[in-house]
């Protein structure tokens, strides 16, 4: 929902428990959770559906509104727009430090606050014709889903990784084998679209590809919007986010260099 600038309205729960493996006070648990987020966005649960499972599976389909003038699409980029992006990467790997155990009281808090983080930017950048195409980064990673971007506006990109942010010690992680399945599923997906120069790392790679749990917004803007867009997502709390590339003419192509 706010990927295309709209505003959330309410969610439904879909919820399934392994009734006789979790208890009820876990269970709540996990409900309140869900409930704490929906509070923060301002929405109620309205309803939803629950069912006993083998394994815990608990998620949220959440109903926005946006104003038909104001829908961003992830495929109205133009050539020459700056690419700026509201999140730091790398919530794929510190999940896999989790599953591993290997993952430090600070790289935890780190993954947790990233991927707890709602995107309320988007209904504001909306507002601004300036910006002309929106979108999240999630499982695709970041090569996917700029990738998207580039072939629904029929254009190529160039990023800069050096000035790509990252979560703490995910460049340490990476390198020590801390990578998900995901990342390496992704590249075979869409690797043969990606130009990367011989500076660029398999840990770089790896973070280019790294599933996003919740990540966060991609825009594509016209240079001169630069500033008001980066405020945006300033004043939304949003520290990190930054420039990182530009889109260009050409075929539906990712640049890193």
Not at 12 to 31: E, H, Q
Not at 110 to 128: H, K, V, Y
Not at 226 to 242: H, S, W
Not at 247 to 255: K, Q, Y
């Amino acid at each position: 929902v706010y990927a295309m600038g709209g505003t959330p309205i309410m969610a439904l729960a879909l919820v399934g428990m392994p009734i006789d493996k979790l208890s009820p006070d876990v269970i709540g648990r996990i409900l309140e959770g869900g409930e704490s987020i929906c509070t923060e966005a301002g929405i109620p649960i309205a309803g939803g559906h629950t069912i006993d499972t083998v394994e815990p599976i608990y998620g949220l389909v959440v109903l926005g509104l946006v104003h038909p003038d104001r829908v961003k699409k992830n495929s109205d980029a133009r050539p020459g727009d700056k690419l700026i992006l509201g999140k730091p990467l790398g919530v794929g790997i510190l999940s896999a430090a989790v599953k591993k155990d290997q993952i430090d009281t600070s790289a935890y808090q780190a993954l947790i606050a990233c991927t707890t983080q709602l995107n309320p930017p988007g209904p504001r950048l909306a507002e601004l014709p300036w910006v002309h195409a929106l979108t999240d980064v999630t499982g695709c990673g970041l090569l996917g889903h700029l990738l998207e971007v580039c072939r629904g506006a029929g254009l190529g990109a160039t990023l800069t990784k050096e000035a790509i942010p990252l979560l703490p010690g995910v460049e340490r992680m990476a390198a020590a084998g801390l990578v998900t399945g995901a990342s390496g599923r992704n590249w075979a997906g869409y690797g043969r679209d990606v130009d990367l120069s011989a500076a660029v790392t398999p840990v770089q790679k790896a973070l280019l590809t790294d599933p996003q749990t919740s990540g966060g917004l991609l825009v594509a803007c016209a240079p001169d919007a630069v500033d008001e867009v980066l405020a945006i997502f300033r004043k939304e709390g949003f520290g990190q986010a930054a420039v990182i590339g530009e889109t260009v003419a050409g075929p539906a192509r990712v640049a890193v260099t």
